[in-house]
């Protein structure tokens, strides 16, 4: 029997941004769990299909707790279920999001959401020294038929320190994040392709992840820095 996201999912997740308050929840934990358990397989379906392909080390699915410490909005409940899946450091870089939410808010991601310091300034020069090669991959049919052909994410306006803002390149020089996303309805992840299509879309990024895990694992002259 194959796994899927049951229709009750969403049903709970809508009542629950209808009543997010922990009297509410407290009252409806019981389903909560049983539905956060039949979450976790569809996630773990996924883990498993990746690992058909790719080296995952570990799947994360988040709490329904939000971290309201530093936040405007003190409601205590997310109204969606999230999720990670983690390349095996540090030969592969790079991670997967699943992200399940109603009212056609799905969406999974790929990229680099935060890289450290040190990976974004050698992602930046290795642009700045030739741009050729990740401009074909966002150029290549098969990949932005699912991906598109630009990255999102949050850049800078101008030059990063160190970097002309006339460079050829400043378009990649300057983001800060290098993420794809990908959106789904309601119908879609509620059908029994759901988990193939995730996986095949994860899939197709691997020119991506291959050339970035390259360019993260050397120096600007090619020498190896894991081995």
Same mark, same amino acid.
Request: aromatic share 14%; hydrophobic share 35%; proline share 3%.
């Given at each position: 029997?194959?796994?899927?996201?049951?229709?009750?999912?969403?049903?709970?997740?809508?009542?629950?941004?209808? &009543?997010?308050?922990?009297?509410?929840?407290?009252?409806?934990?019981?389903?909560?769990?049983?539905?956060?358990?039949?979450?976790?397989?569809?996630?773990?379906?996924?883990? &498993?299909?990746?690992?058909?392909?790719?080296?995952?080390?570990?799947?994360?699915?988040?709490?329904?707790?939000?971290?309201?410490?530093?936040?405007?909005?003190?409601?205590?409940? #997310?109204?969606?279920?999230?999720?990670?899946?983690?390349?095996?450091?540090?030969?592969?870089?790079?991670?997967?999001?699943?992200?399940?939410?109603?009212?056609?808010?799905?969406?999974?991601?790929?990229?680099?959401?935060?890289?450290? #310091?040190?990976?974004?300034?050698?992602?930046?020069?290795?642009?700045?020294?030739?741009?050729?090669?990740?401009?074909?991959?966002?150029?290549?049919?098969?990949? &932005?038929?699912?991906?598109? &052909?630009?990255?999102?994410?949050?850049?800078?306006?101008?030059?990063?320190?160190?970097?002309?803002? @006339?460079?050829?390149?400043?378009?990649?020089?300057?983001?800060?994040?290098?993420?794809?996303?990908?959106?789904?309805?309601?119908?879609?992840?509620?059908?029994?392709?759901?988990?193939?299509?995730?996986?095949?879309?994860?899939?197709?990024?691997?020119?991506?992840?291959?050339?970035?895990? @390259?360019?993260?694992?050397? @120096?600007?002259?090619?020498?190896?820095?894991?081995?």
């Amino acid at each position: 029997m194959s796994v899927t996201v049951p229709k009750a999912v969403f049903e709970f997740l809508k009542t629950l941004e209808e &009543n997010n308050n922990r009297d509410w929840f407290n009252d409806n934990k019981n389903e909560f769990k049983a539905l956060q358990t039949d979450v976790k397989q569809v996630y773990t379906a996924i883990f &498993n299909a990746l690992n058909a392909h790719d080296d995952i080390d570990k799947m994360k699915l988040f709490r329904i707790y939000r971290d309201v410490r530093f936040s405007k909005n003190k409601l205590p409940y #997310k109204t969606h279920f999230g999720g990670a899946f983690h390349r095996t450091k540090p030969k592969l870089r790079g991670g997967y999001y699943l992200h399940i939410q109603p009212n056609n808010q799905s969406f999974i991601a790929t990229g680099f959401w935060e890289p450290a #310091k040190e990976d974004l300034l050698r992602i930046r020069k290795e642009f700045e020294m030739d741009d050729k090669d990740i401009r074909a991959i966002l150029a290549n049919k098969n990949f &932005n038929t699912v991906w598109g &052909n630009t990255f999102e994410g949050d850049e800078l306006k101008t030059a990063p320190k160190g970097f002309s803002k @006339d460079h050829k390149a400043i378009d990649l020089i300057r983001k800060k994040q290098y993420v794809f996303t990908k959106k789904y309805t309601d119908a879609q992840v509620l059908s029994a392709t759901f988990i193939d299509d995730v996986n095949a879309s994860f899939k197709a990024v691997r020119p991506f992840f291959d050339y970035m895990s @390259d360019v993260l694992t050397t @120096d600007l002259n090619g020498v190896s820095l894991i081995d």
